[in-house]
């Protein structure tokens, strides 16, 4: 008989320890801390580079805002801008029978979000002729170019040649919707001779 009762509080003291060790983690579970959560999400974005490569930045009216095309890009690891190598550039009027800009630079630069675009060494910018505005030429150097407001400006020298109008000056701001144009300093203009009717 004490053998048996032996038996039956050593059954009971295990179960007794196993009911209590089930308390004690549902204790830890309801009064401890949380889980540390995983943030890790990924691999980080690695770098790349493109050659021959064609891109279209879009503005919110879901029109053109510019397009570049150039013989490599690069995109450096842990930075979301781009590097590219002697652009080829448009910058869309989206109005009819008014031509884009076109253009090319030595290196350009365009941050994570397309909103901001650098263009470094000397920068060409061209728009053909329509209806009594004649060919325009840009010249200059270090533009930095809003694309989504069609808006440019550089602190460098710059010549613009519309026609017989000759204009330089040092420092330019641009804003190509409204067709203005604004040189900054030490101006120096040269305008063709009116034309008088016979």
Not at 66 to 73: C, K, S, T, V
Not at 168 to 181: C, E, I, Q
Request: hydrophobic residues 40%; without cysteine; negative net charge.
């Amino acid at each position: 008989m004490s053998e048996w009762l032996r038996d039956r509080r050593l059954a009971a003291a295990i179960v007794a320890v196993a009911l209590l060790a089930g308390a004690a983690q549902l204790l830890l579970w309801w009064i401890g801390p949380p889980p540390k959560t995983n943030e890790f999400v990924g691999p980080p974005r690695s770098g790349y580079t493109l050659t021959d490569f064609k891109l279209t930045q879009y503005g919110t009216d879901g029109l053109p805002s510019f397009l570049i095309q150039a013989p490599q890009l690069e995109r450096r690891e842990g930075d979301e801008s781009l590097y590219i190598n002697t652009p080829d550039f448009r910058l869309p009027s989206n109005q009819p029978a008014v031509p884009d800009w076109l253009g090319h630079s030595l290196y350009g630069w365009v941050n994570h979000d397309g909103s901001l675009l650098k263009l470094q060494g000397p920068v060409h910018m061209e728009r053909a002729a329509f209806d009594d505005t004649p060919r325009t030429t840009i010249d200059t150097s270090d533009v930095t170019a809003w694309p989504k407001q069609n808006r440019l400006q550089t602190a460098a020298p710059a010549r613009l040649v519309q026609g017989g109008t000759r204009i330089h000056g040092v420092g330019m701001r641009a804003d190509l919707n409204d067709k203005h144009l604004e040189l900054l300093d030490d101006v120096h203009a040269t305008f063709p001779p009116r034309q008088h009717a016979h």
